[in-house]
């Protein structure tokens, strides 16, 4: 049962690039969330998904796109990568409200 | 920003000395849960506290919601160099779910 699963592990861009990241559940959550961890700043929700079909803003959205695909699946898109957006970002799922999250293994990007 | 904080932000103890984390919010809070981090990990679950004065333990570790709601704490008795990681409370409304900023232990052995 692989859980929650993030792609790519790492990955490097110029400022002004675009790219998707991915995630995946197998575990048939309703929720998912995208968070980006900073050194002293904690986790910060970017945005979540309740259901299929409904995407949220979270604390820190500006900058970010995302798209819940399917059930399974929910992407996180830069459109136009900063440098401020080098951090460490966490999909994470949750079966239903109140319940505890599931995160993935994270994605280090660096915008350079 | 953050709608909770979390004290201290890092803490150094003796193996075999007490650790404890606060966690504090301004609002009254429905629940609050609790995560761990190893380094270079992902948070990983720990307990989700629920009504007001609540206790809960788990081998060394005692997690507490205060009277009104708005405060929690997680305490280690008697650390160990497996409790190394950063501790997170989070808050959830709902679908919502905010995280304090961490404390981060490092245990000396």
């Known amino acids: 049962n692989a859980g929650v699963t993030q792609t790519p592990k790492f990955q490097v861009l110029k400022t002004g690039q675009s790219m998707t990241l991915q995630c995946a559940q197998d575990?048939?959550?309703?929720?998912m969330y995208w968070y980006r961890q900073d050194p002293g700043m904690g986790l910060r929700l970017i945005y979540y998904?309740?259901?299929?079909?409904?995407?949220d803003k979270g604390e820190v959205p500006n900058g970010y796109n995302v798209s819940r695909l399917n059930k399974r699946e929910f992407s996180l898109r830069l459109e136009s990568a900063a440098p401020s957006q080098t951090s460490v970002y966490f999909c994470?799922?949750?079966?239903?409200?109140?319940?505890?999250?599931?995160f993935g293994s994270g994605t280090q990007l660096s915008v350079l | 920003g953050q709608q909770v904080m979390q004290i201290p932000q890092y803490q150094h103890v003796q193996e075999g000395e007490d650790f404890t984390t606060y966690c504090n919010s301004s609002?009254?809070?429905?629940?609050i849960q609790w995560y761990k981090q190893r380094p270079g990990g992902h948070p990983v679950f720990l307990i989700q506290l629920v009504k007001s004065g609540e206790v809960k333990k788990q081998k060394r570790l005692t997690f507490q919601f205060g009277e009104a709601k708005k405060n929690s704490s997680l305490h280690i008795t008697a650390t160990q160099t497996t409790d190394v990681g950063t501790y997170f409370c989070a808050k959830s409304g709902t679908y919502k779910y905010i995280f304090g900023t961490g404390t981060r232990l490092k245990v000396l052995a």
């Open positions: 609002t009254t809070l429905s629940n």
């Open positions: 575990m048939n959550h309703n929720s």
């Open positions: 994470a799922s949750m079966a239903a409200s109140n319940e505890k999250l599931f």
């Open positions: 998904s309740a259901s299929e079909g409904t995407t």
